[in-house]
């Protein structure tokens, strides 16, 4: 499969083929280090923001936010939180922001509630691609 990369990520011209990109490719082997390994930096923004998208969706999908908080993906709540901002989503990232390890297990069980409602409505996708397509059209 291909890398993710700087080079790979600028040929795509719309958002819905960026993403589709990103998202078949983001947990092959060769992409599985891309939080730790400097490439993620290297990416445009708007990039960054569908990976930490993408990354939190799959994961509060395949095992809840209990689990979420204790794996790799719960280190990089702030900027998971900053992606749905970005992309328009601000009721998602404010939820995310509120979230805290010292925090209650049904303090966690209700903001876990008020996610699902907004990832399995997939609305959000929306706002994302909108904010994409506007970031691509910005880099031609």
């Known amino acids: ?54 990354d939190f969706e799959t994961e509060f999908e395949m095992q809840g936010l209990f689990t979420l908080l204790e794996n790799t993906t719960g280190n990089y709540l702030t900027e998971i939180s900053k992606s749905f901002y970005n992309t328009k989503n601000i009721e998602i990232s404010t939820l995310i922001s509120e979230l805290n390890i010292q925090m209650q297990e049904d303090q966690i069980e209700q903001i876990e509630k008020q996610i699902t409602k907004h990832i399995l409505e997939k609305e959000f996708w929306k706002n994302v691609s909108e904010t994409i ?3 691509i059209k910005n880099c031609t």
Do not use: C
């Open 133 to 135: 397509n506007e970031n």
């Open 1 to 54: 499969m291909a890398k993710i990369n700087k080079n790979s990520v600028l040929n795509y011209r719309n958002s819905d083929e960026l993403i589709d990109f990103i998202a078949m490719n983001r947990y092959e082997a060769e992409n599985q280090d891309i939080l730790t390994n400097g490439i993620l930096k290297t990416l445009p923004s708007f990039v960054q923001d569908v990976i930490f998208i993408i």
